[in-house]
C-alpha cells in the first residue's frame, strides 16, 4: 500500500462548478497536509497548507483533513478554466528538522467552459 | 520578489555521463530540497540540504549527490546515468524549519538516451 493515494483523473466538471479532490494516506505521523497545482511543464505552486485536523478556507479553496479517517480534501468553488491544472497532495509529520514531503501522484483537473 | 531558480531548463545526455543541475532558492531561505518527478511515479524526495550541511536523503542510489554553497545555492550531480533517470528534477526552499511551505522551481527537464 502506498503512503499517499489520489485519483489520477482526469476529472472534468464544467465551469462554476464545486470541485472536490481528495488524499487517502496511511502513515498516521503525518501532521502537516498540503495542497499544490502544477501546470502543465511547470513546477508545483503551494496553495495552502493544514496542520493537523479541521478546515482552512482561502478565497475560493477550502482545505479539509481528517486524521481520524486519515482522509484530506481539497474544495474549489467556483471554478474557473484557469484552474484547469493536476492537484497534487502533500504530507509530511512533525518530527525532528524538516524534511521531504510525499507527494500524492496528482489529479489531473480539467474546467469545461 | 524572485522564486526559484533552476538552470538548466533542458538538459540531454547519454547513459553513463554525468548531469550537474542547479537551483537558486528564495531569499532568505536557507533550505534547499530537490525531487524528482518521473513519469507515472509523481514527485520522490531526493535530497535536503540546510546551512551547507546534507540533512536528509531519500531512497535514491549515492551517484545522486549534491552540495549547498555559502550563498544557499545548490547542486544535484548525478553520476552514472540511466536511462530511468529521465525525469523533471524539481528544486524548492524554505525557511528553516517551515518544510511545509516548501516554494518549487520550474525544473530541469533531464533526458537520458
Known amino acids: 500500500q502506498k503512503e499517499v493515494e489520489q485519483d489520477p483523473g482526469p476529472l472534468s466538471v464544467p465551469e462554476g462548478a464545486i470541485v472536490s479532490l481528495n488524499c487517502t494516506y496511511s502513515?498516521?505521523?503525518?501532521?502537516?497536509f498540503m495542497w499544490y497545482r502544477q501546470y502543465s511543464r511547470k513546477g508545483p505552486e503551494l496553495l495552502m497548507y493544514?496542520?493537523?485536523?479541521g478546515n482552512k478556507e482561502d478565497g475560493r479553496f477550502t482545505a479539509q483533513v481528517d486524521k481520524s479517517s486519515k482522509y484530506i480534501s481539497l474544495f474549489i468553488r467556483d471554478s474557473q478554466p484557469s484552474d484547469s491544472a493536476t492537484y497534487l497532495c502533500?504530507?509530511?509529520?512533525?518530527?525532528?528538522?524538516?524534511?521531504?514531503?510525499?507527494f500524492g501522484k496528482g489529479t489531473h483537473l480539467i474546467i469545461q467552459p | 520578489e524572485a522564486g526559484v531558480t533552476q538552470s538548466p531548463t533542458h538538459l540531454i545526455k547519454t547513459r553513463g555521463q554525468q548531469a550537474t543541475l542547479r537551483c537558486s532558492p528564495i531569499?532568505?531561505?536557507?533550505?534547499v530540497y530537490w525531487y524528482q518527478q518521473a513519469l507515472g511515479l509523481g514527485l520522490q524526495f531526493l535530497l535536503w540540504?540546510?546551512?551547507?550541511?546534507?540533512?536528509n536523503r531519500g531512497n535514491f542510489p549515492p551517484r545522486f549527490s549534491g552540495r549547498q554553497f555559502p550563498n544557499y545555492s545548490s547542486e544535484l550531480n548525478v553520476n552514472a546515468l540511466e536511462l530511468e533517470d529521465s525525469a523533471l528534477y524539481l528544486c524548492?526552499?524554505?525557511?528553516?524549519?517551515?518544510?511545509?511551505?516548501?516554494?518549487f522551481g520550474p525544473g530541469t527537464r533531464l533526458l537520458v538516451l
Open positions: 524548492a526552499s524554505s525557511l528553516v524549519g517551515s518544510a511545509e511551505t516548501q516554494y
Open positions: 502513515n498516521s505521523a503525518f501532521q502537516y
Open positions: 493544514t496542520y493537523s485536523s
Open positions: 502533500a504530507m509530511r509529520d512533525s518530527g525532528g528538522g524538516a524534511d521531504g514531503l510525499t
Open positions: 531569499s532568505g531561505h536557507t533550505s
Open positions: 540540504y540546510d546551512e551547507g550541511e546534507e540533512r
